[in-house]
């Protein structure tokens, strides 16, 4: 899917319980369900998961409440980010 136009939204989320490969499957397949997702990166060895975006079809909230519902917790530790379509950064 390609956004033209538009501001995206970057997280960058401590969680924890994502401690193997399936992990990630299982997060990455739960976050990519949400509508207005543009990217999910989990990582287990850093235990941090980076999601991008559309403000205008999801919030922070609902990537949260994704994550949790797919069993993992996260950290109140977040790096929020606004960045350009092409995510400059």
């Known amino acids: 899917m390609t956004v033209t ?3 995206t939204k970057t ?5 924890q319980g ?7 499957r299982r997060m ?3 976050l990519r369900r949400l509508d207005g997702l543009l990217e999910a ?4 060895a850093s ?4 999601v991008r975006f559309d403000p205008d079809r999801t919030d922070r909230g609902a990537v949260l ?4 519902l797919a069993g993992f917790t996260v950290e109140d530790t977040d790096t929020d980010t606004d960045t350009d379509v092409l995510g400059a950064r």
Do not use: F, K, W
Request: with cysteine; net charge neutral.
């Open 5 to 7: 136009g538009r501001n």
């Open 11 to 15: 997280l960058t989320l401590q969680v």
């Open 18 to 24: 994502m401690n193997c490969a399936g992990c990630e």
């Open 28 to 30: 990455g397949s739960a």
């Open 41 to 44: 990166v989990p990582d287990h």
């Open 47 to 50: 235990g941090q998961v980076r």
């Open 65 to 68: 409440d994704r994550i949790v």
